[in-house]
């Protein structure tokens, strides 16, 4: 045991927010522990390329395809999800889900965790975002403003290395430190892109008595662009490429699968941040560490350890319990394990939140025929969005969107190219030279609009436990209920209405068709819905003002546990419309600063 | 099978597949795996049912002598409308466009089998995937490889697919 006394901190969960604090912590000389609950990786390219070649394999191209099931830490898939029947649990995949809807959204236990399969959406959040309920009476306010959040969105941006253009981001009150440029320009827009905003110019969405101008915007990516050579006082920036092989992935080659995985990192991911953490020296990542419960002193409330099962091969269920302390916890495990594990733990908190408002993105797609060529099927999977709808009084009345744009055709709503290809061949009766340009001109004219609903902070969406559930190590599997609320469902209307609109603007032939049998699918009031998840999981232990309003302080510290942080998209209080990480990732440097204030503090008085 | 009789047979499996697929013979050259395909349907079946499908488009190429149209019109009479030939015309189109070798349905093998213990849907290999054909008909490329370089994306796409 003395050698586990080495650590001052532990964290549970090699990914993003993991992996920032370990090397915040390790460039002020702590010393850190990750425990990690997927299989051993090395850090070279070789390794990561096995993942690709997994997913070139797999005949079910999901998100989570390149990342092998691993029965001792098993990972949630969206084709898990169905329909539920009221009062019957759906124990299919990995969740146990009481509904009434099902929860669709995955995650990835890995190391590196889920920015392995993100698409690298990095838009801040709107100021008005962070005092919704002050504004609009609707979810929840932040503990912190859009301005004191601005420095480590900075950081954040240069952690990740995000490509935008100050000037296309500044809407909605968005606004940015006089000077401040991006580290890289922003991602070339796509044909497709170029060509919606030739036909919307001028385009303004009517609804419910007001009128909305709509723009086509480059979107933030976390992908390596064009370096911007004003970037940090005229410094520049360096892309960061591929572990292992760094000449690799220093520009987005538009391989045209940054989800599930970018061939050559150019997209960012968790191993880039974890590689510089170990290479401190002061890292150590522990792999196959599956983190059961934290001990604690009913005494003082202080967390005294962690208990995990270490397993050898993924397969057998065989492992040892052991258990490890140190100064300080980081639970970074994402937004249901962290929450899971609590639960465990029979850590709950003051608040009584620990588990709920549990959230997501509900993303409503739609889809259509151009009226010429726009190129599908290239480029990274989205490269422009439309804001327009991001932020306003509306809110009050039903929740905001934000519209993506996508590259890829039809392939996220119907499996496109593929499904034209089985139609053109079992009732086309195509072959030969027919077949080839039908698949032409079909699969050039397609492209589908996301829209990324925010879903209201709820204490009935919520991750439990219950002991007739567990995995194959015996941990427990995550019981979530879940529903949509009518604010969202008033969102989703107005968003088919957007679709409408838009479309009869630009003179799209709207191809839009719900399956009423598919997970997500909703019938209200004349409106046919239907609704994915994101992959955007939020909420389940949020940040507030005191410890009765909320689990962790802006600082992701549990109000109950002093020596416990609880970090990632689980702190925030609500999920707003701008893709998570980015903030995430921002919060994350604020709560590493604190953490090693902290440990400063300590060490003073020791 | 000897290795004699599948490179003979492969420059039968090659013409018809072009015929099939709409690429020409060279484009299905380029991508390595005509010989592999035409070993993955052997394997699947068997050699004698693909001798025969061969034959026979061997056949209607012969009865249609420079006559593209009377030849599309042969092979849509009796390849494509075949309940024999249909299904295994389709499903070599599918291994070539995708990748994948696509299991028969029952009702075939029962009636042409009846019984082909190989006949599983896989997808052939890492190569198979990204030399899909599917890619070059939708005038794109394979998600996750065969990138086409940094903002490509950005300019029109091609007026047509490559032959």
């Keep these: ?606 | 099978m000897s290795n004699s009789s599948i490179n003979e047979l492969g420059i039968g499996f090659k013409a018809m597949s072009a015929a099939f697929t709409g690429f020409n013979e060279s484009t299905l050259q380029g991508t390595g795996l005509n010989d592999v395909y035409l070993q993955t349907v052997c394997n699947a079946l068997n050699q004698t049912l693909v001798e025969e499908l061969i034959a026979l488009y061997a056949t209607l190429v012969l009865e249609n002598p420079d006559n593209p149209k009377g030849l599309k019109h042969a092979m849509r009479h009796q390849i494509f409308a075949s309940p024999k030939w249909a299904p295994l015309a389709q499903n070599i189109i599918q291994l070539w466009y995708t990748g994948t070798w696509n299991q028969m349905s029952f009702d075939w093998t029962q009636a042409y089998g009846p019984f082909f213990p190989n006949d599983n849907t896989a997808i052939v290999s890492s190569d198979s995937y990204k030399q899909g054909l599917i890619w070059k008909a939708v005038g794109a490329h394979p998600m996750g490889a065969k990138q086409e370089g940094f903002a490509s994306w950005a300019f029109p796409p091609p007026s047509a697919p490559e032959n």
Aim: aromatic share 10%; charged share 20%; with cysteine.
């Design chain 1, 1 to 606: 045991m003395d050698k586990d006394k080495d650590f001052d901190v532990v964290i549970v969960g090699a990914g993003i927010s993991g992996a920032i604090t370990a090397n915040e912590l390790a460039k002020k000389g702590y010393s850190v522990l990750i425990l990690e609950a997927g299989v051993k990786k090395s850090n070279n390219y070789q390794s990561y390329l096995s993942y690709l070649d997994t997913y070139y394999n797999n005949m079910v191209k999901i998100p989570n395809s390149p990342f092998p099931n691993n029965p001792d830490a098993p990972q949630p898939l969206v084709t898990d999800a169905q329909q539920i029947v009221p009062g019957t649990p759906d124990t299919t995949g990995y969740f146990v889900q009481n509904g009434p809807q099902p929860f669709q959204s995955t995650y990835t236990r890995s190391k590196g965790g889920t920015t392995l399969h993100w698409l690298g959406t990095c838009l801040r959040m709107l100021p008005d975002d962070f005092k919704e309920k002050e504004r609009y009476g609707t979810g929840l306010d932040w503990p912190i403003s859009y301005e004191e959040l601005m420095p480590y969105y900075r950081k954040a941006e240069h952690e990740i290395g995000v490509s935008a253009c100050v000037e296309d981001q500044t809407f909605h009150g968005v606004h940015f430190e006089k000077d401040y440029v991006y580290p890289m320009k922003k991602v070339p827009q796509s044909y497709l892109d170029q060509k919606l905003g030739d036909w919307a110019d001028g385009f303004e969405f009517q609804y419910e008595g007001e009128s909305y101008e709509v723009d086509i915007v480059s979107t933030p990516q976390g992908r390596n662009s064009t370096p911007n050579p004003n970037y940090d006082g005229g410094k520049g920036y360096q892309p960061v490429g591929a572990v292992g092989n760094p000449d690799l992935g220093q520009r987005c080659e538009g391989n045209s699968a940054c989800v599930p995985i970018c061939p050559v990192q150019a997209k960012y991911n968790a191993l880039k941040t974890l590689k510089k953490a170990v290479e401190t020296g002061q890292v150590k990542i522990w792999s196959q560490c599956v983190v059961t419960e934290l001990t604690y002193d009913t005494g003082n409330g202080h967390i005294t350890g962690v208990k995990y099962k270490k397993y050898k091969n993924p397969n057998s269920g065989k492992h040892k319990e052991k258990k490890i302390s140190a100064k300080r916890y980081v639970l970074a495990t994402h937004a249901v394990e962290n929450a899971k594990i609590m639960l465990a733990s029979g850590l709950y908190s003051t608040s009584g939140l620990m588990g709920k408002n549990l959230m997501d993105h509900p993303v409503l797609l739609t889809w259509g025929l151009a009226p010429e060529k726009v190129g599908a099927l290239r480029g990274p999977g989205s490269t422009s969005g439309i804001p327009t709808m991001r932020g306003g009084d509306f809110r009050s009345n039903f929740s905001p969107f934000r519209v993506e744009i996508g590259n890829w055709g039809w392939n996220w709503p119907d499996g496109s190219p593929f499904t034209q290809l089985n139609e053109a061949l079992s009732t086309g009766n195509m072959f030969g030279d027919d077949l080839k340009q039908h698949m032409f001109e079909l699969n050039q004219r397609m492209f589908r609009f996301g829209f990324l609903i925010e879903q209201q902070p709820a204490e009935t969406n919520q991750v439990t436990i219950d002991p007739a559930y567990k995995d194959q190590l015996g941990n427990y599997r995550p019981v979530i209920n879940y529903d949509i609320s009518d604010h969202e469902i008033k969102g989703m209307v107005a968003a088919k209405e957007f679709t409408k609109q838009f479309f009869q603007a630009a003179g799209i032939d709207d191809q839009t068709q719900y399956n009423p049998t598919a997970p997500g699918y909703m019938y209200n009031d004349g409106n046919e819905l239907w609704w994915q998840g994101a992959g955007h999981l939020a909420g389940t232990h949020i940040m507030g003002t005191n410890a009765k309003n909320s689990v962790v302080d802006k600082n992701q510290k549990c109000w109950d546990y002093d020596n416990l942080y609880m970090i990632g998209c689980g702190s925030m209080p609500t999920v707003s419309t701008s893709n998570p990480t980015l903030t995430m990732a921002a919060i994350t440097f604020m709560a590493a600063e604190q953490l090693i204030l902290d440990l400063e503090k300590e060490s003073i008085l020791v």
